[in-house]
């Protein structure tokens, strides 16, 4: 096992409608992922728990409000990146049904919703598939996923999970 990452946090609102249902996912506009649609999410501050951090960095990239009893726990990643272990994180994920506000971009995300039968996949880090049908599913995972020395494609993906 490798040392232990960032602490991350990840939040998939997750609406209704008509047509299935959707997933907020947002197009990543700045630092690491840049030019990727990601979760939202990001780092867990000193002093804050995963649920503080992820309705933080929803409000901060979104616009929108979730309560901690508004969020499901779905588990956690831990991403390993052997070519850049300064790059390591655990990831804790969440999903929520329940929120206010409308999503708004920020300088960080550009906020779009995606059916989660037909996720954006090309335009994703590669390691999505792995994991994150499973969580829009309302699935719980526990995953390490191990990238190769390109930090861009999968190496391996070991579920921890009985």
Not at 42 to 52: D, T, Y
Not at 109 to 116: A, D, L, N, V
């Amino acid at each position: 096992m490798t040392a232990a990452g960032a602490a991350v946090t990840l939040c998939f609102l997750l609406r209704d409608t008509p047509d299935g249902t959707e997933v907020l996912l947002g197009l990543k506009r700045t630092g690491f992922g840049r030019g990727k649609v990601v979760g939202i999410g990001g780092h867990v501050e000193p002093g804050e728990s995963h649920r503080e951090a992820v309705i933080r960095e929803v409000f901060e990239e979104t616009g929108v409000t979730v309560r901690p009893e508004d969020l499901a726990d779905a588990g956690a990643v831990r991403f390993v990146f052997p070519a850049r272990p300064e790059w390591n994180m655990d990831t804790r994920l969440f999903t929520a049904r329940h929120w206010l506000g409308e999503p708004a971009s920020s300088e960080e995300i550009m906020p779009e919703w995606f059916h989660t039968s037909s996720l954006p996949a090309d335009r994703m880090w590669q390691d999505a598939d792995h994991w994150l049908p499973v969580v829009l599913e309302g699935g719980r995972v526990n995953v390490v996923v191990t990238m190769h020395t390109d930090n861009e494609s999968v190496a391996s993906s070991e579920s921890l999970l009985p």
